[in-house]
């Protein structure tokens, strides 16, 4: 994170964490154990579209600790008041809640058949206010559809300033099938990672169209070091996605580890137009420096005016200044890593080479490409300090 942000923070005492979101899974009235995905769907769908519209939200991990501390079961019927204090306990600005129930049909054996009714509220805890009901009505494989008109409004509701016009929202949405929804649902529901990669793997193969599968099989992959299963995964993963960002990020990685840094460098410059974190730079600057490019040095000073306690940044930086025979200066950065990491084998070879003047040897493994990545990725905390400071102004 930017120091520049995070000294705003300080001076100007703003929380830690910004107001946002808590979206909770919507109950089902049909009582219909089989069918609570369409809940956890709606409240995922909702969830994603303000996120990607630029509004906080919490994630599903937050909204699973709001009901733990209250000891409320995920898919229960929950009050008014157990919702106030649902957003009250994780700190939420808004909590978007409501119910669903299927009718006309067996909802067991044709649940495609059914038609659904969607019922929404949405209440402002700041000013302890309830908006007006939201609603839709529509057939039960129509559930894209019937999610992104419910979202769009959540949106327009929240956000109004913000909120594109409907036809617009609903072009980079695209009308995703009802079984691959619910592939993509119950990959978020389980437990087992090779649950997850094979619900998830049948929601992209049914509707290839579908982003969030793609983020999710390739950040397992990422996880795993598949490196090249990643990236074709995460290659797909659109703009309109929230995750668009962190996907190219990962990508940014995997691009690199397969030894394509012009690609490498790519991804990570788009990143850092939108989140301008020291891991990006870093990052950024290491695909830069595989390619002896004129960039890496700025931008590992970038990254290291975010950070300066953190040795990795010291030692790219001299790194990169070694490289381009600037021993002096390279020195004062292997010295700055070694105060923060005295046992640095590689930063404690290089600085002797600062000092005996001896530049990079073709082919030495012990010299040679020894640029430090960063894999953790900030985004949310980066926006989260942003919102605050805006909401201060």
């Not at 009308?175 to 592939?183: C, P, T």
């Not at 070091?225 to 190219?248: G, I, P």
Request: charged letters at 30%; aromatic letters at 8%.
């Amino acid at each position: 994170m930017s120091w520049r942000y995070l000294l705003l923070v300080v001076l100007a005492g703003v929380p830690a964490r910004a107001e946002a979101v808590l979206v909770l899974p919507f109950f089902n009235l049909s009582q219909t154990p089989s069918l609570d995905w369409i809940g956890e769907s709606i409240a995922e769908t909702v969830r994603e579209s303000l996120a990607a519209g630029g509004v906080l939200t919490l994630g599903r991990d937050d909204r699973q600790e709001a009901l733990r501390r209250l000891s409320l079961r995920p898919y229960a019927l929950l009050t008014r008041a157990s919702v106030v204090k649902a957003g009250e306990a994780v700190d939420a600005s808004h909590v978007v809640f409501g119910q669903y129930e299927l009718s006309g049909a067996d909802p067991a054996n044709e649940p495609a058949k059914a038609t659904l009714r969607i019922t929404s509220r949405i209440i402002d805890l700041k000013r302890i206010h309830q908006g007006p009901e939201l609603s839709e009505l529509g057939a039960l494989e129509d559930l894209a559809a019937l999610e992104t008109h419910l979202s769009w409004q959540a949106l327009r509701a929240i956000a109004p300033d913000t909120a594109p016009p409907e036809e617009e929202f609903r072009k980079t949405r695209p009308a995703v099938r009802l079984d691959a929804i619910e592939n993509f649902v119950r990959g978020l529901l389980a437990a087992a990672p090779e649950q997850k990669h094979r619900f998830f793997s049948q929601a992209a193969r049914l509707d290839p169209r579908f982003s969030q599968p793609c983020f999710e099989l390739g950040r397992m992959y990422a996880e795993k070091k598949e490196y090249r299963y990643a990236a074709d995964w995460l290659e797909r993963v659109t703009r309109a996605d929230s995750h668009y960002f962190e996907a190219r990020f990962l990508l940014g990685l995997s691009r690199y580890h397969t030894g394509d840094y012009a690609r490498a460098e790519a991804a990570f410059e788009t990143v850092s137009s939108a989140a301008p974190l020291n891991e990006v730079f870093n990052n950024l600057a290491a695909a830069q420096s595989r390619q002896n490019g004129a960039g890496a040095v700025e931008n590992f000073r970038k990254a290291l005016e975010g950070d300066s306690a953190d040795p990795d940044y010291h030692f790219n930086l001299g790194y990169a200044l070694w490289k381009r025979a600037r021993f002096e200066e390279a020195a004062e950065s292997f010295r700055a890593a070694l105060e923060r990491k005295p046992d640095d084998p590689q930063a404690t070879l290089l600085l002797g080479r600062c000092l005996k003047k001896t530049g990079p040897r073709p082919g030495d493994p012990r010299s040679d490409g020894l640029e430090r990545l960063k894999t953790n990725y900030e985004e949310t905390a980066y926006r989260q300090l942003k919102a605050a400071l805006e909401a201060k102004k």
